[in-house]
């Protein structure tokens, strides 16, 4: 009867301490907003934000606003057509909205044709 008594306890203590754990886990994560323009301050719609090393992304929208969950210690990596990818790991966020300015890329269309 003692033994079943200490395993229920051992048990219930364990299943604390995970959900302690698992609790931790999620708490470090942060909420990112942020605006993405080009060299001239024009806002860039449709730019891919992605969360390096995942599936995860969003895009901006037509004001060059996005939003992104991610973890604390994660890199988002900005992508659109025509511009430089840019890569911004957390260490360089602050409470304020994140602005991206995005570089157009030097060998433009015509230099291809």
Same mark, same amino acid.
């Given at each position: 009867? *003692?033994?079943? @008594?200490? @395993?229920?306890?051992?048990?219930? /203590?364990?299943?604390?301490?995970?959900?302690?754990?698992?609790?931790? $886990?999620?708490?470090?994560? @942060?909420? /990112?907003?942020?605006? =993405? &323009?080009?060299?001239?301050?024009?806002?860039?719609?449709? $730019?891919?934000? *992605?969360? %390096?090393?995942?599936?995860?992304? =969003? !895009?901006?929208?037509?004001?060059? !606003?996005? &939003? !992104? &969950?991610?973890?604390? #210690?994660?890199?988002?990596?900005?992508?659109?057509?025509?511009?430089? !990818? %840019?890569? $911004?790991?957390?260490?360089?966020?602050?409470? &304020?909205?994140? #602005? =991206? $300015?995005?570089? *157009?890329? @030097?060998?433009? *269309?015509?230099?291809? /044709?």
């Amino acid at each position: 009867m *003692l033994a079943t @008594k200490e @395993k229920k306890l051992r048990t219930a /203590v364990l299943a604390g301490l995970f959900c302690l754990l698992l609790s931790n $886990v999620y708490a470090q994560t @942060k909420t /990112v907003r942020g605006r =993405v &323009t080009d060299s001239s301050g024009q806002a860039l719609s449709e $730019v891919s934000v *992605l969360l %390096k090393g995942s599936q995860k992304g =969003v !895009i901006s929208n037509s004001d060059g !606003i996005f &939003t !992104i &969950t991610m973890p604390e #210690n994660g890199e988002l990596i900005f992508s659109h057509i025509g511009y430089t !990818i %840019k890569t $911004v790991p957390a260490s360089q966020f602050g409470n &304020t909205p994140l #602005n =991206v $300015v995005l570089q *157009l890329q @030097k060998n433009s *269309l015509n230099d291809i /044709v």
